[in-house]
């Protein structure tokens, strides 16, 4: 493994280990989902070989993976032309028992849904922070939700009529304003209390419901295993079944 530290080291480890499972040779349209875990996906399949990688399709989530396929000089797919997936890999922003997931943290969840539904397997890699019984242990920013910028004023309303009273419009750091989307769509951010998490596929279709909504980032009985690198060097995979692993650090050294 190389020499990173800390969470960097810990994203890498589930990276390369779910690459290392689920990107075999046989897998020729590859979905490449977005976040800071990512990178470690796309660089351990350039590690695979130049040979296999153009027999391969990449499919981005966004604009950042699709930057990230094209600078490692992977061969970038549209989805209008390969709409069925060998596998789809990408980072959540928090993970419960069951592997829903709450995403959209960089605000690239529509696409990315898209993307995970399209492929025969969706896995998740993340770091040991997103690993948690229930979503909103750790993730307290809330669901995120893209929405319609012509409907967020009244679906502020209606999200704090649901039960998020402290819902938000997600507004840029480096930029005046709100986030606005690959899209060309608006976040709003929708914390929920703790028990409304128990069952987060109610959350979703409730708020799918709402008009002007496009899509929510809660990821609910997509993945099919979900890779968590941890502190100690170690790698530990959740199953959708509620089986888990772990490959112990020796492992990767052997
Ligand atoms: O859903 C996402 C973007 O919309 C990301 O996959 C999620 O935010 C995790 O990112 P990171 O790997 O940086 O923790």
Known sequence: M???AGIDAAKQLAAWTAVDEHVLPEHKIIGIGSGSTVPFVVERIVAQGKELNQTRVFLPTGFQSKELIVNAGLTLGDIDQYSDLDVTIDGADEVDKSL????????????????AEAADTFIIVADYRKNSQTLGT???QGVPV?????????????????????????????KAGPVVTDNG??????????TRYE??????????MLTGVVEVGLFCHMAKAAY??????????RLADGSVRKKERQDFLA
């Open 146 to 174: 893209e929405v319609t910028p012509f409907a967020y004023v009244s679906l502020l309303k209606n999200l704090r009529k649901m039960g998020s009273e402290t819902a938000t419009l997600r507004m840029g750091k480096a």
């Open 228 to 237: 968590f690198g941890n502190e100690d060097g170690s790698v530990t995979i």
């Open 185 to 194: 769509n608006f976040v709003i951010d929708a914390p929920f209390r703790s």
């Open 199 to 208: 069952k987060p596929d109610e959350i979703l279709r409730e708020i799918k």
């Open 100 to 115: 829903n997931c709450i995403k959209g943290g960089g605000a690239c969840h529509l696409r990315e849904k898209v993307l």
């Open 2 to 4: 190389s020499g990173l």
């Open 138 to 140: 750790t993730w307290k």
